[in-house]
């Protein structure tokens, strides 16, 4: 089983020595840097933890990660899981398009090369998302340059993974993903419009993503939520209004779990993505009523619509499996 947990740094936690650790095959680390590390297998995403959560370890099975860099991408394997990052510097992310076509393309070859043909979730996190008029907006040109990339490796709609795409303020962009030498199966949400169906008004190229994905990992199978947010069919719904948005993503999320029939799972690896870091308090005593806060980490974050205050992504688990 594959597990994600929120981690407090505190003065005697050592990144290097976690990645030693037998099971720990990354780390992801909210410090509001972007910007490729020494390390494979250390992932600083470019956005901050508000709920002071600043690290993510990401455990799978029980041997010590082999890791690596290859065509400017880290990457680090357990068995038959594989996660690859790459880093977009700064300059080229004035030219967002080519910068991401470029980045698929690398990422692609590298999970390829070590026998990994299928990933099943993938993160963006782009400088400055909602910059830009019209098709010009840096999230739209993200876009365009991701389904440039899936139609050069003949992805069809059917073999989306989950994935999520969010803005950071800082420099630099970063792509991770997360692949299996087995294909997953890719879920949409009745509740709402397969994204990549999005009509013309959402830009050029509608957005490359599945709205869940499940795959068995060691012989449980579990489902991964795309960022999820206040969407019914391709609508924004209660633009301004923090608890509503709220209410219509999880019911998303809830129905979207239901039907996949994964209601026996718990729910875990909770990202809620704010737009404004006030509404924190708000969004946290919201969700402290509905889950474990040590499960949730609220980060900082610009949403792909700039009418949309948050979104959430998670995963399913069955605790009685936890390391």
């Known amino acids: 089983m594959l597990y994600q947990s929120y981690l407090h740094l505190d003065s005697n936690t050592d990144p290097q020595a976690a990645l030693a650790q037998p099971g720990v095959l990354a780390l992801v680390r909210f410090d509001g840097s972007c910007l490729a590390p020494a390390t494979p297998g250390i992932i600083p995403i470019g956005l901050s933890s508000l709920s002071d959560q600043p690290l993510e ?38 030219h ?32 400055h998302i909602n910059s830009g008029l019209g098709d010009r907006e840096e999230y739209k040109k993200f876009c365009v340059g991701r389904q440039r990339a899936f139609d050069r490796l003949k992805l069809e709609h059917r073999q989306y993974p989950a994935a999520s795409a969010l803005g950071h303020h800082g420099e630099g962009a970063v792509i991770y993903l997360l692949a299996h030498r087995q294909p997953g199966q890719h879920h949409e949400n009745t509740r709402q419009e397969p994204a990549y169906r ?20 060691k012989d449980h199978r579990q489902l991964f939520v795309s960022g999820t947010a206040s969407i019914l069919g391709h609508d924004t ?8 948005q709220l209410e219509i993503t999880l019911d998303n999320i809830r129905h979207l779990v239901e039907s996949t029939d994964h209601t026996a799972a718990t729910l875990g690896a909770i990202r809620v993505y704010l737009r404004n870091t006030e509404d924190y308090p708000a969004a946290r005593d919201y969700l402290a009523q509905r889950f474990p806060l040590e499960s949730v980490n609220f980060l900082h974050a610009d ?9 959430i992504e998670a995963a399913t688990y069955n605790p009685d499996l936890l390391p």
């Open 57 to 94: 370890v990401i455990r799978y099975g029980d041997q010590v990660a082999e890791r690596g860099s290859a065509h400017d991408c880290q990457w680090s394997q357990i068995e038959d899981l594989l996660c690859v990052a790459t880093w977009i510097s700064p300059a080229a992310c004035a």
């Open 96 to 127: 967002i398009e080519e910068a991401t076509d470029d980045a698929y393309r690398r990422l692609f070859t590298v999970m390829q090369s070590a026998g990994f043909h299928h990933p099943f979730r993938i993160w963006n996190f782009i400088p």
């Open 198 to 217: 999005y009509p013309r008004q959402y830009g050029p190229c509608s957005p490359s993503f599945a709205r869940a994905t499940s795959l068995t990992l």
């Open 237 to 244: 719904k209660a633009a301004g209004d923090l608890e509503q």
């Open 303 to 311: 949403v792909c619509r700039d009418n949309l205050l948050v979104e």
